[in-house]
């Protein structure tokens, strides 16, 4: 192959800078590079992710991972291309993946760098010559774009994709069959497949070059996934493809791939012009502190589905939409970030789903495909409406909307509704049993609840605390005298039980757990909740002394333990088996999103002076060095209890990073 050097242009703005930027170095070092995975998201709940070096490590890895219409579930359609390079008839691999102890082809070897920001960028060079990996997802719709580029050479060189379907669930796996409908309808710059009814099809396009497609059917068996290896489930599969793409690349040229649910892209490159200038319209305004960058991201969890409705999505790659996760997450996501309206928007969203005083703990498309497993949603729906009010919604809006919504809340767990929930004498609301957690605290086994906390947990109870001095005060400016006083009287009754049950006079904390005049007394987050919430029974001095015990036992530089180290029951490292994982998750494992209520109890109670800020901002800094270690640019779900803290669970979590936002926000307004 006859080559010449010809510097790569930039495909960064000439101001811009490449943040989560990797070196030829650190790709190389396979098992690091294995360990670093990247985000794209589509806005409509389908999202395309893998590592740095393309090799998918986990089942839920692939281009194009989307809901079809029928479900809110996503399916896993485009797993990604094995790539090679023709040229003077030798094979140079791009691409690369695990077949038992066998990894093939073995395309990082010419890996040179990779760049997440405007979006994933993989630079290889073979010889002399340059090429470039480009991944794009529009915003709106299903699908991926793949841009390649070609520098350095002065003859065509050929370029061969073969894209691996598995069309199935994405936290499942496939098998080689017979079921699969091999037909292939081409079309002038592209073909569509549809392998199996019941599932939309895919339709693949391009342009920008000359290029034929060959059809040679065949299946990809035994690709390993390493990280559900070492989660315990089964991580082997097949995959099948349906021909060979052939793009013929002149020098310094580039051609874009399209794969698309249902109909074709018609115009791949078009589409990439508009959408990649929106995206580094976008980034273009980044710094790299982990403020602006996790601000930056913070959109991937914003969606909305198919009949438009918006939503947040909890977490990537495997969890949907959360009710809990969604009015925890959402001021943190909208309000700190100036999108007020999309705020009210999702609150308002929300509505049609309410029943008998609770909202869904997984959203489906409709109330009637949605699961009412969560205790406490309704109460978190309530506070966000209220951080809602307090950042300028309208009188109006409040009053006529959402005091209805509230009342009906607050008389569905009075009087009684599904979950076991309804107040008793001391007007506390007593939610779950031995077989059902409903808190946030949810992990179960084949031998019940990890973490028992049916009866009255704290932060239930001090949330429902919350939402009657809520209604207390909408009821007030509504001038409605009678209600005013009805939630009055309810917070005063709430309020004496909550300091009788809870509060630890001899230890200055709250307990976890009432039930029956029995007190569970682990030191677990929980309290720092109540601790933070702006209507609360609490006096500043027991505030403060709660904040004091948090931070002395629960905290580390990634968050909140869910359970003290001083504890025998306490368990410092997340990892294994889903049994192991389970017994850990809430028994010491640390969780970043307590640690906004932290924050909050800390300005609260302590103060705002210029070193309390500074110290929240030191701990805050813990985060720094971990938007670049696992899920780029984004907070992952766990870590373990004890130091280094490896993260674990969902590599991008949404109260992972809308709570670090809050607390920044939170810092930002109150200090001096």
Known sequence: ??????????????????????????????????????????????????TIVQCATRKYHGLLVAPPASTAKRYLFLSRYEEHLVADGHHFPLSIARYGELWSPQGHLSLESFELVPFPSSLHRIGEAEVRREILMPKGQHAVLVRYSIRGTTEDVELELRPLLPFREAD???????????????????????????????????????????????????????????RGYPAREDQWCPGIVRLTLKPNSDAVVACAL????????????????????????????????????????????????????????WFLEWGRDTYIALPGLTLTRG??????????????????????????????ASHYGSADASLWYARAVCAYDRAGASEEEILERYLPALTSIARGYRDGTGLDIA???????????????????????????????????????????????????????????????????????????????FWIEDGRYLADVWDDGVRETSVRPNMVIAAALEFSPLTRGQRTDIVQRVEAELMTPRGLRTLSPKNVDYIGRYGGEPLERDGAYHQGTVWPWPLGFFCEAYLRAIGTRVKDARHLR???????????ESGLLHISEVFDGDPPHKPGGSIAQAWSTSELLRAFKMIEERQP
């Open 339 to 368: 999108k007020r309206e999309l705020c009210g928007e999702i609150l308002a969203a929300a509505l049609p789903f309410l029943n008998n005083g609770l909202l869904p703990n997984i959203f489906g498309n409709t109330p009637e």
């Open 618 to 628: 030191e701990l805050l800094a813990g985060f720094e060095e971990h938007i670049d």
């Open 172 to 230: 499942a796996l496939t098998e080689e069959n017979t079921h699969l409908d091999g037909t292939v309808t081409r079309a002038s710059s592209g073909f569509s497949v549809q392998p199996y009814q019941g599932l939309p099809g895919v339709s693949f396009s391009w342009a920008g070059c000359e290029a034929e497609f060959e059809e040679e059917p065949g299946w990809f068996n035994d690709i390993e996934y390493t990280e559900e290896t070492a």
């Open 1 to 50: 192959m006859s080559t010449q050097s010809v510097p790569h242009k930039s495909l960064l703005p000439a101001s811009g800078r490449a943040l989560a930027s990797v070196d030829h170095e650190s790709c190389q070092q396979l098992e690091s590079a294995l360990s670093r995975e990247w985000l794209l998201t589509d806005g409509r709940g389908g999202y395309a992710s893998s």
């Open 423 to 501: 107040c008793d004498e001391g007007g506390l609301p007593r939610m779950g049993s031995k077989d059902l957690n409903a808190t946030w605290m949810d992990a179960v086994t084949v031998d019940g609840p990890v973490t028992p906390r049916h009866g009255f947990p704290v932060e239930t109870s001090a949330l429902w605390y919350f939402l009657v001095a809520y209604l207390e005060e909408l009821n007030a400016r509504h001038g409605d005298e009678t209600a005013e006083a009805e939630w009055r009287e309810a917070k005063r009754l709430a309020g004496r039980s909550f300091v009788e049950r």
């Open 262 to 317: 249902n109909l074709p892209i018609k115009d791949p490159v078009e589409l990439w012009a508009t959408e990649s200038a929106r995206q580094v319209k976008a980034s273009a305004n980044v710094l790299g502190d982990m403020h602006s960058r996790l601000s930056q991201t913070a959109d991937d969890f914003i969606y909305r589905a198919l009949d438009g409705r918006p939503g947040i999505i909890a977490g990537f790659p």
